[in-house]
């Protein structure tokens, strides 16, 4: 099978490296891919929403099947555009259509969606800049902490967790009056604080059947101990030890089956990844946000741990054949830690050589912000997030210890990473 990835991050690099695997796979290309993406396939300088030229090379290429990393090109509708043309309708699209995007590209829509098919989550109400008052008088009424998050795609920034109320205020004021996060913020949902310890759990589904990926914790803050501004994710770690058989069972029951049901019962004809956000409150699951493809960096530590054909469970989604499918999962631990820029994920500066990747032993690098200069025969950064080193381990503990040791080798100008992870989920 030819295989065309859309996306340029960690993310795209780990499904490249998975599904290079597959002795299914002939061709990999991968847009506008990345320095590492480039190890294990062709990348091509396409725009993954240019879809009028991602027509013009599936049908050159003879592309079998595209794999959707990022959430945009899904919201904007490139299932709906290849499965409505009539060339290119029997290409298979890992990601749902643009209805089923919903789920991520609107907040509102995700929340009306769990009320309706009464999946746990946050008490939460809806405003406009019409309704700034309202917004203002319903702030006044609940305790803080105040969450504020803006209804469309902000590129994960557009959630906000104020504790003082006249902040609170100003900010909802920003998001819906001046427009702080464009047109994702012309609806903001002010929703009740949830406190406990967070998880990313994934599905992959054909619609109707679905299997389990293994869970992972991200961990989203810039500095030690969750502190600091939200960042795309600095790392990640699976399994979760908190979540044993018997809260796995509740998520299952509570939550993932009462999803896939609801998309059946709306019409959406949903075949791709669905990656739950969720929050552990006592020994109850409730769902933060849902979003529509798989997650990243969890991708770093949960796509090694899937010892299956990745490319054979892709097809199933596809041909609505996940009924049959078994998941076969590495036991061991995987820990991914994210290496960035100096100054991320506020301005940072790109270009600066990276030294030592010939020092790695016992780990996957994933690259995400890296490019090569030919002319130089060198390799430098040009992104916030430049890789992600995973590395396995009997026990979270080793892989931990196994992914930091490998970091150290590497060495760039304002070269950062977190030094913690995992220190929520030790006992």
């Known amino acids: 099978m030819n295989i065309l990835i859309l996306g340029s991050g960690g993310r795209e690099h780990a499904l490249a490296w998975k599904l290079a695997q597959s002795p299914k796979a002939e061709q990999i290309y991968i847009a506008p891919g990345n320095a590492g993406t480039a190890l294990t396939g062709t990348n091509v300088p396409i725009n993954p929403t240019d879809f009028e030229a991602m027509k013009m090379f599936v049908i050159e290429k003879e592309i079998d099947m595209i794999v959707v990393g990022p959430e945009i090109p899904l919201v904007k509708g490139i299932r709906d555009f290849f499965s409505h043309d009539r060339i290119l309708q029997d290409v298979a ?50 305790g803080a902490p105040y969450v504020l998050k803006a209804d469309g795609l902000a590129a994960g920034k557009g959630v906000l967790i104020i504790n003082d109320l006249d902040e609170a205020k100003a900010e909802l004021r920003s998001m819906l009056v001046d427009a702080r996060f464009g047109k994702a913020s012309e609806k903001v949902i002010i929703e009740e604080f949830l406190q406990g310890i967070e998880l990313s759990v994934f599905v992959l589904t054909d619609g109707k059947n679905y299997v389990l990926l293994p869970e992972a914790k991200d961990y989203k803050r810039i500095g030690e101990n969750d502190t600091g501004l939200n960042t795309g994710g600095m790392g990640s770690i699976s399994p979760v030890p908190f979540a044993n058989s018997e809260f796995m069972d509740k998520i299952e029951k509570q939550i993932i089956q009462p999803t896939i049901g609801g998309l059946q019962k709306e019409g959406i004809d949903y075949h791709g990844f669905i990656f739950f956000g969720l929050i552990k409150v006592g020994d ?34 596809a041909k609505g054949n996940l009924k049959e499918t078994n998941l076969e999962i590495d036991e061991r631990y995987t820990a991914s830690v994210m290496m960035v820029s100096g100054g991320y994920p506020e301005s940072y500066q790109k270009g600066k050589v990276i030294k030592g990747l010939s ?44 992914a930091y040791k490998n970091v150290e080798q590497i060495d760039f100008e304002g070269k950062y990473y977190r030094h913690d992870l995992g220190f929520d989920l030790k006992q």
Not at 370 to 377: F, G, H, K, L, R
């Open 284 to 317: 109850s699951p409730f769902v933060i946000e849902y979003n529509c493809r798989m997650g990243d960096p969890e991708a770093e530590s949960v796509i090694p741990r899937i010892k299956s054909d990745l490319l054979e469970i892709f097809e199933d989604s």
């Open 93 to 142: 699209v890992i990601g749902p259509d643009s209805k089923g995007a919903q789920l991520e590209g609107s907040k509102d829509f995700a929340k009306e969606f769990m009320k309706r098919h009464n999946i746990p989550t946050a008490a939460y109400e809806t405003f406009s800049a019409k309704t700034l008052a309202q917004g203002e008088k319903f702030l006044e009424n609940i």
């Open 359 to 402: 020092n790695l032993n016992k780990c996957i690098a994933f690259y995400a912000g890296i490019s090569n200069d030919v002319d130089n025969n060198e390799i430098k950064t040009s992104g916030g997030r430049v890789m992600a080193i995973t590395s396995y381990g009997d026990t979270m503990d080793s892989a931990l210890k196994n």
